[in-house]
């Protein structure tokens, strides 16, 4: 039938109807530290679920990072709905105060912990698509109790009664632009940039040793690769930024109350007050060209003043943004700023917190006009930098508690953390002496670079 302006809905008889949500498993997609928190959460509560991974193993995202040791402890790093169930299983928790590598946190916690869940983590499963099962996003009634139907890149789709998109931001980092759009020739010069992160005294080294690297950004991120460039001999390294100064990225150097996180400014503040690394300050990046084989880089800041620097790679270390296209066909309520929630943005926002200043956080400050579709990790937070695995942790225990219909313990959201959100007053020089021994490093933080990036991969705290 149809009506004056398009198709009326019609409406199915119930032999017709699909199945009811109800029966349905949660889908969680991601299979990082949040995701299987989340379902770690959904296991006790005995909630089916099943968990999307789009690599080819658990936390394939950490995997990419996993020389990089990250600033939180152990003790922060673990969700405890993760340790009840694995310590059940017979599993020894680390170190409490150890600072893991991104290898670490995948051998010591994650891998066990997907194993757990065996067939319900679902690896190469890269989900494209979320929608209604028979609802664009137009359609309202009956909306909440047609199930979500989720398309993977294979062409194959699956039903869920609820959404937990833990996916996180790594996969879509910002471009080097300096006003958020692509800078001018910057996808055609692609095979000379490397994202945040690469392992350059490690895999990557033959890419960088010897070479002109220019490293575009202000964060940990950025500070850890320069530190690592630092070490290889006769490699010119330039550093660029947008800031009249890096004093953001030196931090309180020996007074700030997170240890790793001073040490790593020292030590970078040091290079460039040696001459070792040059800083290059008011570069608002504007074009890419080739230039042989090298590439070319152009600052055009808004006065229209213009700088250039030529380099034989680019590290663009300037962080990450969400993606919300797949749920394109959902009701989502999206702050126009961060691209969190309407709810949460207040909470996170950059210009008024840092990680340990943020409040505790739930389902009501995570929830979208679609019933229950939930973003929860790093991709909640949008574009602001402020997150920690402890705040995702919190997150996924009272979503799940909200989807379970445990109302009163999705809204008593707490979160215990120092001051700084992660920081041991006698952290850095704990670790100084026990990665020297690991590792065969000698000397102390200030003397030898230790990779270190906080362990949001993008957050401010770790």
Known sequence: MSGCCGPTAVELEPSRQAARPDGLPVAVIGAGPIGL??????????????????????????????????FSPWKYDIDPAARRLLEADGWSAPDPEWLPTGA???????????????ERVRTGAKVTAISRLGY???????????????RLADGSELHARAVIDASGTY???NVLGASGLPAHGEPDAGDLIDHALPDVLGADRDRYAGRHILV??????????????????????????????????????????????????TRLHAHVESGRIRLVTGFFTHAVERDGDQVRVLSR????????????????????????????ELRLDLDPILGSTRALAPLIDPNAHSCGTVPPHGADELAHPEDGYYAIGVKSYGRAPTFLLATGYEQARSVVAALAGDWEAARDVQLDLPETGVCSSNLAE?????????????????????????ASQGGCCG
């Open 216 to 265: 575009i950004g202000a964060g940990h991120s950025a500070a850890t690769t320069l530190l690592a460039l630092a070490q290889l001999e006769d490699t010119p390294i330039t550093w660029a930024i947008r800031a009249g100064s890096a004093a953001r990225t030196y931090g309180g150097g020996d007074a700030d109350a997170l240890p790793a996180r001073g040490a790593l400014g």
């Open 104 to 118: 670490e946190l995948i051998d010591d916690y994650l891998a066990p912990l997907a194993k757990l869940f065996g």
């Open 301 to 328: 800041d808004p006065s229209g003043h213009e700088q250039t620097v030529t380099a034989d790679r680019i590290v663009a270390a300037t962080g990450y943004r969400p993606d919300h296209t797949i749920a394109g």
């Open 136 to 150: 664009d996003r137009v359609r309202t009634a009956g909306r909440e109790q047609a199930p979500f139907l989720i």
């Open 37 to 70: 928190a989340a379902a770690a959460h959904l296991a006790e509560r005995g909630l089916d679920f099943v968990v999307l991974e789009a690599g080819e193993r658990a936390a394939a995202s950490i995997a990419q990072w996993g020389h990089v040791r990250v």
């Open 171 to 173: 996969a879509t980092p």
């Open 430 to 454: 704990a670790q100084e002496q026990r990665v020297g021994l690991a590792t065969g490093i000698s000397g102390g933080l200030l003397s030898t670079p230790l990779p270190l990036v906080g």
